[in-house]
Structure formats: C-alpha cells, structure tokens
C-alpha cells in the first residue's frame, strides 16, 4: 500500500469516527432532552393547582426542545445513510403532549 491510500483509508477512518461522534452527541442531547421530560411530567403530577400552570408551561417547553432534538437525531442518521427509524421510535418514544 503506498502513502495516498494510507492517507486515504486515515482519512476515511477519521470521517467515520466524527460520524459516529456526531451522532452519538445526537442521541446524548435527546435523551438529556427526554429525561428533563420525564421529571417535569412526574412533577407536574404531584404539583398542585396554583404550580400547575408554571410547571405545564414548562414541560411544553422541555417538550418542544425534545422534539427538536428528536428531530436533529433523525436527521443526522439519514445523512450517515440510516433511513428505518424504528429504533429512534423504540429507544427514544416522543414524549407525550400534556393539556
């Protein structure tokens, strides 16, 4: 093997690592974004009527962030070429919308 494909196959190897890098910081702020979710909805269920209002107003915003984040994983992986998002479904459930 000669020195352009050495620095190819390095070249090749570091894209695939930030690849994976980039979508594993994908992963890591939703499921941050998931679990801020789960607190609120768990708070908000002991919460009484006077912080009820605050604590909805502040799940829905933990909400949209984690849908947002939800959505930049799902993106990430169709730019690495993974089009079945049945894992995300699986893994990472949307959280659900409160009234």
Do not use: W
Not at 34 to 62: D, F, G, I, K, N
Not at 65 to 82: D, S
């Amino acid at each position: 093997m000669n020195q352009r494909e050495e620095a190819l196959q390095r070249t090749e190897k570091e894209i695939l690592a930030e690849k994976a890098a980039t979508l594993g910081r994908a992963g890591e702020r939703l499921e941050a974004a998931l679990h801020l979710c789960t607190e609120l909805r768990e708070y908000l269920e002991q919460a009484s009527e006077p912080a009820r209002e605050a604590a909805l107003t502040r799940y829905r915003e933990a909400r949209t962030r984690a849908m947002a984040a939800r959505h930049a994983l799902i993106i990430q992986r169709e730019a690495i070429g993974l089009r079945n998002h049945r894992l995300v479904d699986q893994q990472f459930p949307e959280p659900p919308a409160l009234r």
